[in-house]
């Protein structure tokens, strides 16, 4: 199994920033690449990046502006959050799979085996 631990969430003011954490523990090498997800109050969960070696996609939402990056002698993926505006505010999950992904399919939730349990970022206007 693989254990997943988020940290970094808070609350800030439109236009900062947060820097979000995920430390992988347990069998890591059951996974090969990471993701981070957020689900906002009655809204469906969506991917927001993602990070295979070299390897990165973002949802458009938060392009330009979050950018994704690992430590693989930490375990730990990151978030960075810049500019951050309201509607960013949600609950946000990294994840962990493996197997064949794409530029395309890289946000669908089913493809990843483990998840956190989520860190809260809200955004004040």
């Known amino acids: 199994q693989v254990q997943l631990v988020e940290s970094g969430g808070g609350s800030v003011q439109a236009g900062g920033s947060l820097r979000l954490s995920c430390a992988a523990s347990?069998?890591?090498?059951?996974?090969?690449?990471m993701g981070w997800f957020r689900q906002a109050p009655g809204k469906e969960r969506e991917g927001v990046a993602f990070i295979y070696e070299s390897t990165t996609y973002y949802a458009d939402s938060v392009t330009g502006r979050f950018t994704i990056s690992q430590d693989n002698a930490k375990n730990t993926v990151y978030l960075q959050m810049n500019s951050l505006k309201p509607e960013d505010t949600a609950m946000y999950y990294c994840?962990?799979?493996?197997?064949?992904?794409?530029?395309?399919?890289?946000?669908?939730?089913?493809?990843?085996?483990?998840w956190g349990q989520g860190t809260q970022v809200t955004v004040s206007s």
């Open positions: 994840a962990a799979g493996a197997g064949w992904y794409s530029r395309s399919s890289w946000a669908e939730a089913w493809k990843y085996n483990y």
């Open positions: 347990g069998n890591t090498y059951l996974y090969a690449f």
